[in-house]
């Protein structure tokens, strides 16, 4: 084998090579890359920046613990839910979920079986501890594609794909998936690009006797969603539509490198310019034109 000019054996081309280089890589001592933001001077918050931060978490807490009115629209959606397939579009954290745990509660007390789908492993296994409190562990199962728990429960939680997939095998065995009532969380995720064929392929193999709920926050032309379903399923959806803002509001804002907090807009809603100190071109003094 040939030698190279430093006396050690060389490699065949595409071999592995060797010499002072690896060497001195395997020796040499290494050092910690340096910080990737650099230092800034603490300015104490001026007097308009300290109360804008308390605008910020002004009424931020715990609220106070009343009895439970259902608005109008959970009303509604409970009671078209008897004879009707339901889509239910309302902003996050309007009490979307409460319409089917309240349907859920009414079919388990009657002996009927139920499915709730969503389209994460991580809101799955959040519902199945949510609903296992409510309901009680043993009437609560969970089917994901890594977990398989009480799957003879009344109650089942799972995937969306998991549920098409039983919709599947129960066509090829000429057989009846075991549920009478199926809740499709997230349901926008039918316009999903790689994901939304397995919303459209559910609804469309659910058994009519099957009755539907779907819930989204931001599923758009809904209208439009609802005549197609009825179309491929043959029933009746009734539309309801929560209009309006959050009932609880989100609120944006920028913590520094220093853990100083600066709201993200101010009053007006524009954008805060006091968090451009922290940007690379303001620490390098360059300025903008």
Do not use: C
């Amino acid at each position: 084998m040939p030698r190279s000019k430093y006396g050690h054996k060389s490699k065949n081309k595409g071999g592995s090579r060797s010499g002072p280089r690896s060497n001195k890589e395997r020796t040499d001592k290494r050092y910690l890359a340096p910080e990737s933001s650099a230092e800034t001077a603490f300015h104490e918050p001026s007097p308009a920046q300290k109360q804008a931060v308390e605008r910020l978490l002004d009424g931020i807490g715990v609220p106070e613990q009343k009895p439970l009115k259902p608005d109008d629209f959970q009303i509604e959606a409970l009671a078209a839910i008897e004879n009707e397939d339901v889509l239910v579009t309302a902003p996050t954290g309007s009490g979307k979920t409460w319409i089917a745990r309240e349907e859920i509660r009414r079919l388990l007390a009657a002996g009927k079986k139920a499915w709730y789908t969503t389209p994460l492993k991580a809101l799955t296994n959040s519902k199945y501890v949510e609903f296992s409190a409510e309901f009680g562990a043993e009437n609560v199962g969970i089917l994901t594609g890594d977990r398989k728990e009480n799957a003879d429960a009344p109650l089942i939680v799972g995937t969306t794909e998991i549920f098409r997939n039983q919709l599947f095998d129960a066509l090829r065995n000429g057989e009846q998936v075991e549920t009478d009532f199926v809740i499709l969380d997230e349901a926008h995720y039918l316009a999903d690009e790689e994901r939304g064929h397995v919303w459209e392929e559910t609804i469309i193999l659910t058994p009519p006797r099957i009755r539907m709920l779907l819930l989204s926050a931001t599923v758009g032309r809904a209208e439009q969603f609802a005549r197609w379903i009825e179309d491929v399923r043959g029933t009746r959806v009734r539309v309801i539509n929560r209009a309006g803002s959050r009932p609880v509001e989100l609120r944006a804002a920028y913590l520094s490198h220093r853990l100083q907090l600066y709201p993200l807009f101010n009053e007006e809603g524009n954008f805060n310019r006091d968090i451009e100190q922290f940007t690379p071109e303001k620490r390098r003094g360059f300025r903008r034109r």
